[in-house]
């Protein structure tokens, strides 16, 4: 169905760097319109609950480099999204490392961090995006429940193998570009144990070898729980070779890897598996514009980075980017 309004943008992709672009838009009081595939927004950043405890599926935890982030990140601390973590983690060997980086984490999960950036956009949600095309000097995008939305520009802030299939046609040497970045797929598993305080210290252990990369307790941040709630992130090579694998037999094939810090066997357990979870090669770019009149702009992490960080100021410099090709005024209000 088509719709009649014609928005000055839409952000294709409700994750924390299309949320952040909208945001921006919004603020120099543009009419902007973010499709998200998924039933909420957020992406990457998602605090699912099992049986009454909430665990991080996603990243869980962000770092701060950037001055620009630190400013934002420090308003969302002031405003009760985000606490300081740890500046540390744990090693293998059970000694920890504090290295002195903080660790910021959302609350209660990272989840309230889209949930903060959503608020007062427009966004739809059960929306996937199937092609994006130039038409009379705007664009029209279509979903997949044959919905149309009409935008004088767009910003795509998808993960990255998403975008060719949107597209009718795209410059060779962009298109080139977009191809050479790259994404590992991830397997977490999330487990309700029995054990009281299975991960020492901070609550993060990195334990090295080839199945677990990270084991975080969701406990320690401070989420609700009535027992330890764990994540265990398994390393790239294992969950490519176990990504298509029954949750069963990841499952088994992690038990052992784990077993010096908790009983899996035991554990109330669940598998989440991310196609696109964390970026191996990036172009490190701000963003990426496919064209420039009228405006259509890819950002995300993979385009500007590998973490929470670089997706939201990729979302945040591609809005500026568009605000200037459209000449439209400068944001009245900060992030
Ligand atoms: C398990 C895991 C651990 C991580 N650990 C860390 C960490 O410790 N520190 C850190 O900084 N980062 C970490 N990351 C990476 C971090 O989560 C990402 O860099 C960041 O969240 C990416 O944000 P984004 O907005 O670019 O993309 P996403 O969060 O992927 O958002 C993209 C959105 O687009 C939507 N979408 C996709 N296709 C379509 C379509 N066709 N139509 C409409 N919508 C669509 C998706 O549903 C999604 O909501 C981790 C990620 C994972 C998965």
Redesign the pocket.
């Given at each position: 169905m088509k719709r009649d309004q014609r928005y000055d943008a839409i952000i294709?992709?409700?994750?924390?760097?299309?949320l952040s672009a909208a945001r921006q838009l919004q603020g120099t009081g543009s009419s902007v319109l973010v499709?998200?595939?998924?039933l909420s927004?957020?992406?990457?950043?998602r605090s699912p609950r099992i049986e009454g405890s909430v665990f991080d599926?996603?990243?869980?935890?962000?770092?701060v480099h950037d001055v620009r982030f630190q400013r934002i990140v420090d308003r969302w601390i002031a405003s009760g999204i985000v606490r300081e973590w740890t500046r540390g983690y744990v090693r293998d060997d059970g000694t920890v490392d504090a290295d002195g980086e903080p660790r910021y984490c959302g609350v209660p999960g990272m989840s309230a961090i889209p949930e903060a950036l959503a608020e007062g956009l427009s966004v739809r949600c059960n929306?996937?995006?199937?092609a994006v095309r130039e038409e009379g000097g705007a664009y029209t995008v279509f979903t997949s429940d044959a919905q149309e939305f009409r935008a004088v520009s767009v910003i795509l802030?998808?993960?990255v193998p998403?975008v060719p299939s949107?597209l009718h046609k795209v410059d060779s040497l962009i298109e080139k570009e977009l191809q050479s970045i790259r994404y590992a797929p991830?397997l977490?598993i999330l487990a309700l144990c029995t054990e009281d305080d299975p991960v020492p210290g901070p609550g993060i252990v990195q334990p090295g070898g080839p199945v677990a990369s990270l084991i975080v307790d969701n406990t320690k941040k401070g989420m609700p729980s009535d027992r330890s709630a764990v994540a265990i992130?398994t390393t790239t090579a294992f969950s490519r070779q176990f990504f298509d694998r029954p949750d069963g037999v990841v499952i088994a094939a992690v038990v052992g890897a784990v077993e010096k810090w908790l009983d899996l066997s035991r554990a109330r357990v669940q598998v989440t598996r991310?196609p696109?979870?964390?970026?191996l090669q990036t172009i490190n770019r701000p963003y990426v514009t496919i064209s420039k009149s009228p405006p259509l702009v890819c950002a995300?992490?993979?385009v500007a980075g590998?973490?929470?960080?670089?997706?939201a100021m990729s979302?945040i410099d591609a809005a500026e980017h568009v605000r200037e090709l459209l000449g439209l005024p400068e944001a009245s209000s900060e992030l």
């Open positions: 294709v992709g409700g994750g924390v760097a299309g499709l998200e595939s998924n927004p957020g992406g990457r950043l599926d996603g990243a869980p935890f962000f770092q929306a996937r995006v199937t802030a998808v993960p998403h949107m991830l977490t992130h991310w696109h979870a964390r970026v995300g992490d993979g590998t973490r929470v960080e670089q997706a979302g």
